[in-house]
C-alpha cells in the first residue's frame, strides 16, 4: 500500500485547507480504514481523523470535532480531510496512514501503512 499526502500550505487563522491522500497498491473495502494524524514540533505524534473505506463511518479526535471533516472518493482511491476555522494549534505536519481490521481505531501502532507528511501552518 502506497500513502500520497498532499495540500499542505499557509493559512491565516480561521482559513481552510483541504488534504488529500492518495491511496494506491491494492484495492480498498470494507476492512480498510484510512486516518489522518499530525506531529507539531516537539510533541507526539496524535490522531485527527479516521474513515472506513467503504461505509464512510469517521472518528474524530475532539480537538478538530466541528472543525474538520473526514471524507473519501472510491472512485480516485482518496481520502480527503476538509480543515475550518483553522487555528494557530492546528500547525504540524499533517500525515495519511491506512489499515485493515475489524474496528476504527485511534492507536498509531495499529496502522502499518503511513504516506509522507504535508506541512499545515496556522499563523495567527
Known amino acids: 500500500v502506497q500513502l500520497q499526502a498532499s495540500g499542505g500550505g499557509l493559512v491565516q487563522a480561521g482559513g481552510s485547507l483541504r488534504l488529500s491522500c492518495v491511496a494506491s497498491?491494492?484495492?480498498?473495502?470494507?476492512?480498510?480504514?484510512l486516518g489522518w494524524f499530525r506531529q507539531a514540533p516537539g510533541k507526539e505524534r496524535e490522531f485527527v481523523a479516521a474513515?472506513?473505506?467503504?461505509?464512510?463511518?469517521?472518528s474524530y479526535a475532539g480537538s478538530v470535532k466541528g472543525r474538520f471533516t473526514i471524507s473519501r472518493d472510491n472512485g480516485k482511491n482518496t481520502v480527503y480531510l476538509q480543515m475550518d476555522n483553522l487555528k494557530p494549534e492546528d500547525t504540524a505536519i499533517y500525515y495519511c496512514?491506512?489499515?485493515?481490521?475489524?474496528?476504527?481505531?485511534?492507536?498509531?501502532?495499529?496502522?502499518?501503512?503511513w504516506g509522507q507528511g504535508t506541512q499545515v501552518t496556522v499563523s495567527s
Open positions: 496512514a491506512a489499515r485493515s481490521g475489524w474496528f476504527m481505531t485511534e492507536e498509531i501502532s495499529r496502522y502499518p501503512y
Open positions: 497498491g491494492r484495492t480498498f473495502n470494507s476492512n480498510d480504514f
Open positions: 474513515i472506513n473505506w467503504s461505509t464512510s463511518s469517521t
